[in-house]
């Protein structure tokens, strides 16, 4: 048996997921989570194979979940299901620990497949994050700029987008403001940006945010 845990901060979309799991011989939902910090319980108690993920939730996003979820079980799978496009996100999250990535207006059956696949150790990617990962491959001109951010700035990144303050980042992710700046410094600089309005505009317009 599979043991899944399903991360979502909407009651509706766990239900539905948990039905559909309920379907497949080898599937067994052993953990349900609507934030962060419950899945980090889930996580702890250690009796979960896969963790679906939603990577925008209140609070404290899917990006730091994953995060926290890959220091605290490096070799617990995590599969992504987003509903941002796949060009958004899919191809930052692997390279930071993500299993797979789908969108959650996916087929069903996809979602299955997907999870036996990282339950096995693989990756899963769709056709077309495979077709991003072979454009990457042959070099990165056409690389959108946040996804040459690393884990921890891609976190500063998508707080300050969302209009967090550095001291209140400081406080949440256990961190000095001054080590906050410098990732943010970071962030700018590789973004090429001056001000916190135009990281929002980047991020909303990237469909980073909502």
């Known amino acids: 048996m599979i043991r899944i845990a ?11 997921l948990r039905q559909y799991f309920a379907e497949q011989a080898d599937f067994v939902v052993a953990g349900e989570a609507a934030s962060g ?3 980090m319980e889930i996580v702890r108690k250690g009796e979960v194979d896969v963790i679906v993920l939603d990577i925008s939730m209140p609070a404290q996003s899917g990006v730091d979940v994953l995060a926290a979820i890959k220091a605290r079980a490096p070799a617990l ?11 958004h996100y899919a191809t ?9 990535y789908l969108n959650k207006d996916c087929d069903p059956e996809e979602i299955v497949k997907a999870i036996r ?3 096995r150790g693989r990756k899963y990617i769709s056709a077309g994050v495979a077709e991003q990962l072979a454009d990457g491959l042959a070099g990165d001109a056409d690389q959108p700029l946040h996804e040459q951010l690393s884990e ?7 707080r300050l987008a969302r209009g967090e ?16 700046s ?15 309005s135009e990281l929002t505009y980047y991020a909303l317009k990237n469909g980073l945010i909502q």
């Open 6 to 16: 399903i991360v979502d901060d909407h009651a509706l979309v766990r239900a539905g």
């Open 37 to 39: 910090r419950e899945a």
């Open 77 to 87: 799978p995590v599969l992504i299901l987003s509903g941002f496009p796949d060009s």
């Open 92 to 100: 930052t999250l692997l390279r930071h620990g993500a299993s797979g």
């Open 117 to 119: 696949t990282v339950h």
């Open 152 to 158: 921890r700035e891609l976190q500063v990144f998508l």
């Open 165 to 180: 303050t550095v001291g209140h980042m400081a406080d949440s992710m256990s961190l000095s403001v001054k080590t906050v």
């Open 182 to 196: 410098t990732y943010r410094s970071r962030v700018m600089e590789k973004i090429k940006l001056t001000t916190n």
